[in-house]
Antibody
């Protein structure tokens, strides 16, 4: 059974930093492109970032480019999202998500979400 | 960036009725489109990928069609558990994008 477990969500001040983690199990993690998707309170889904299986390819939404960094440790089956220069508009539940096939980013498995609140 | 526009924003229907949801892309995405369902307090669930392929475990009452810029999700006969928000998502180009969602509510 595929499991994705996010951690690291917290309350942080504007301008601050936070790192989210996503522990994966139940599939061959190193072969899958993985993504982060967020959802602001009462709003729709917004894709944030993706990383290829080897970690060599990364992609970002314009809204986070230059502030967020996605990475992975395939030896630990863990996905990360380093978030810097946080803004109020980054407040959201952050989901890690796995594609239905290794390089197909249709998300068939999602974590339970990690709440990030940016507020003073 | 490819913009996905979903319509209507809200669909009010009764159990047993047919639901037809639309997703229009600002440029062609070929067949690289998925549909997700989300219920309150839950993570989304993949229903359809590659425009018309049902994901594992998805009932046959859900079907997808379309290609290029115009796509449709059809629920042939609404069950009570189908009242939720539905999002389309394209993977044709980076950045990946989602539509704004259609809420299917009980009339």
């Amino acid at each position: 059974e595929v499991q994705l477990l996010e951690s690291g969500g917290d309350l942080v001040q504007p301008g601050g930093s936070l790192r989210l983690s996503c522990a994966a199990s139940g599939f061959t993690f190193s072969t899958y492109t993985m993504s982060w998707v967020r959802q602001a309170p009462g709003r729709g889904l917004e894709w944030v970032s993706a990383i290829g299986g080897s970690g060599g390819s990364t992609y970002y939404a314009d809204s986070v480019k230059g502030r967020f960094t996605i990475s992975r440790d395939n030896s630990k089956n863990t996905l990360y999202l380093q978030m810097n220069s946080l803004r109020a508009e980054d407040t959201a539940v952050y989901y890690c998500a796995k594609g239905v096939r290794p390089t197909q980013s249709y998300f068939d498995s999602w974590g339970q979400g990690a709440l990030v609140t940016v507020s003073s | 960036e490819i913009v996905l526009t979903q319509s209507p924003a809200t669909l009010s229907l009764s159990p047993g009725e047919r639901a037809t949801l639309s997703c229009r892309a600002s440029q062609s995405v070929s067949s690289s489109l998925a549909w997700h369902q989300q219920k309150p307090g839950q993570a989304p669930r993949l229903l359809i990928y590659d425009a018309s392929n049902r994901a594992t475990g998805i009932p046959a009452r859900f079907s997808g069609s379309g290609s290029g810029t115009d796509f449709t999700l059809t629920i042939s006969s609404l069950e009570t558990e189908d009242f939720a928000v539905y999002y389309c998502q394209q993977r044709s180009n980076w950045p990946l994008t989602f539509g704004g969602g259609t809420k299917v509510e009980i009339k």
